[in-house]
Nanobody
Framework: QVQLVESGGGLVQAGGSLRLSCAVS????????MGWFRQAPGKEREFVAA????????YYPDSVKGRFTISRDNAKNTVYLQMNSLKPEDTAVYYC????????????????????WGQGTQVTVSL
C-alpha cells in the first residue's frame, strides 16, 4: 500500500519561506516521478513541480520557477518542496503525488498521470 504524507505547511508573510515534506511509504521515490500540485479555493488544481525518477531532473511552471525547488532524499524516501519569496497568490493546499507509471516521466505536469496522492497541507501567505 502506497501512502504519501505531506507536512510543513503553515502561515507565512509575503517574501518568506516554507519547506514542505512528503514522506512516502510502500514505493521508492527514486523509482517514480514525484510531483507537487496545489489548489486554491475556487480554482483547479495546478502543477507546481516535478522530479523525474532516476536522475531526478526537476521541472517547474513559470509561475514558481526560480522561487521553488523540488528535491528528494532517497534514504528517507521523502520529497521536499522548498518555497522561497512566497506571494499571497501561492496560498493553496499543496499536494504531493506519485506518477502512475514506473520509470516514466510522461506528462509530469498533468495530474491525470499521478495515481497516488497525499492528503494535502495548507499554505497561507499573508501580506
Amino acid at each position: 500500500q502506497v501512502q504519501l504524507v505531506e507536512s510543513g505547511g503553515g502561515l507565512v508573510q509575503a517574501g518568506g519561506s516554507l519547506r514542505l515534506s512528503c514522506a512516502v511509504s510502500g514505493r521508492a521515490v527514486s523509482a517514480r516521478t514525484m510531483g507537487w500540485f496545489r489548489q486554491a479555493p475556487g480554482k483547479e488544481r495546478e502543477f507546481v513541480a516535478a522530479m523525474t525518477w532516476g536522475t531526478g531532473s526537476p521541472y517547474y511552471p513559470d509561475s514558481v520557477k526560480g522561487r521553488f525547488t523540488i528535491s528528494r532524499d532517497n534514504a528517507k524516501n521523502t520529497v521536499y518542496l522548498q518555497m522561497n519569496s512566497l506571494k499571497p497568490e501561492d496560498t493553496a493546499v499543496y499536494y504531493c503525488a506519485q506518477h502512475r507509471v514506473p520509470f516514466s516521466s510522461t506528462d509530469a505536469d498533468r495530474e491525470e498521470e499521478y495515481a497516488y496522492w497525499g492528503q494535502g497541507t495548507q499554505v497561507t501567505v499573508s501580506l
